[in-house]
Nanobody
Framework: QVQLVESGGGLVQAGGSLRLSCAAS????????MAWYRQAPGKQRELVAT???????NYADFVKGRFTISRDNAKNTVNLQINSLRPEDTAVYYC???????????????WGKGTLVTVSS
């Protein structure tokens, strides 16, 4: 079984920074793409950033240079550095990992339980 555990969320003032981390553990043969999503109260979950196995990144338009996604393949972790936080960034941030458990397994998506980021004005 695969588990994803996020950490790093919390309460921060507008303009501050946070670093979110997500660690994947369990039976893992290969990790393909890793991503961060977020869901604000009363809104749908939305994609924040993705990073491929080769390190290519892609960001949502609203990131505008404030977020940086990175990964450590040796540790099976993905991070999200968030700078210049705004109240509208308040949301539960979820880690998503697309991986293969065994050589013969199909690629599957796994989700963490989320970490809450609250930005006060």
């Amino acid at each position: 079984q695969v588990q994803l555990v996020e950490s790093g969320g919390g309460l921060v003032q507008a303009g501050g920074s946070l670093r979110l981390s997500c660690a994947a553990s369990g039976t893992i043969f290969f990790i393909n793409a890793m991503a961060w999503y977020r869901q604000a109260p009363g809104k749908q979950r939305e994609l924040v950033a993705t990073i491929t196995s080769g390190g290519s990144t892609n960001y949502a338009d609203f990131v505008k240079g404030r977020f940086t996604i990175s990964r450590d393949n040796a540790k099976n972790t993905v991070n999200l550095q968030i700078n210049s936080l705004r109240p509208e960034d308040t949301a539960v941030y979820y880690c998503n990992v697309n991986l293969r458990e065994y050589l013969w397994s199909a690629l599957r998506d796994y989700w963490g339980k989320g970490t809450l980021v609250t930005v006060s004005s």
